[in-house]
């Protein structure tokens, strides 16, 4: 990542509100991210986590990215979750794009229509298929209650960095069966899918 992944932290920190803070514990997780210090996660109840927008070129990464960061948030067990799909009615009714500005008006249909009270959505902001991989990520969270940020993220994970080989090590180290950990690391290389699981895992821990 080096000077890119700093470029983008630096434009995230630029338009975050006052309290964004810089997270960096031991175990691996997303390194840059803000989390609304007013504000309590769990007292949100449910959340409608959208199919991401893509600006890769490959199609099928929306779908693969939004599943595997709804399977690694439920393993948090921080709040309920819906997904919303692309071509769900709901999608298509309450035009629930990443980078939209949602008004009020607009937060308290989807809140009504979708049953939540908080809404994750975002954009694959860079995709990256073996032997490079890549995955740029763009996120937020909205509280429908009353239009607050409660969370958001931007970095991009890339495999030859040092850093994300180290906590892709860590990660399999924690999270598969010991004695296939060097198996699954090898494989999360070559994988995309295998790597999409470990950067949602990474997004997930943040919360």
């Given amino acids: 990542m080096g000077r890119a992944c700093g470029c983008i932290v ?3 920190l630029a338009v975050l509100p006052a309290g964004c803070r810089t997270h960096q514990p031991a175990a691996p997780s997303a390194a840059y991210y803000y989390l609304n210090p007013d504000k309590t996660l769990t007292g949100v109840g449910r959340v409608a986590i959208v199919e ?19 399977q690694a948030l439920q393993k948090k067990q921080v709040f309920g979750l ?6 769900d009615p709901p999608w298509r009714s309450l035009q629930l794009e990443g980078n939209s500005t949602y ?12 049953k939540c009270d908080g809404l994750l959505v975002g954009t694959i ?21 009353d239009g607050q940020l409660l969370w958001a ?20 180290k924690s999270e598969k069966r ?19 699981r470990f950067v949602s895992f990474e997004v997930a821990e943040t919360l």
Avoid: C
Wanted: glycine share 4%; charged share 25%.
């Fill in 103 to 114: 008004g009020l008006e607009q937060m308290m249909s989807v809140r009504e229509t979708l």
């Fill in 10 to 12: 630096l434009a995230l």
């Fill in 52 to 70: 991401m927008e893509n600006n890769s070129s490959y199609p099928q990464v929306s779908a693969d990215v939004t599943t595997a960061l709804f």
């Fill in 125 to 145: 902001t860079e995709f990256r298929p073996f032997p490079h991989m890549a995955v740029g990520l763009r996120l937020k969270l909205l509280d429908l209650r």
């Fill in 178 to 196: 010991a004695g296939f950990a060097p198996l699954h690391e090898q494989l999360a290389a070559v994988s995309p899918l295998e790597f999409i």
């Fill in 153 to 172: 993220l931007e970095q991009v994970w890339d495999s030859a960095d040092k850093t994300t080989e180290k906590h892709i090590k860590d990660y399999f």
């Fill in 82 to 87: 819906t997904i919303v799909h692309r071509d």
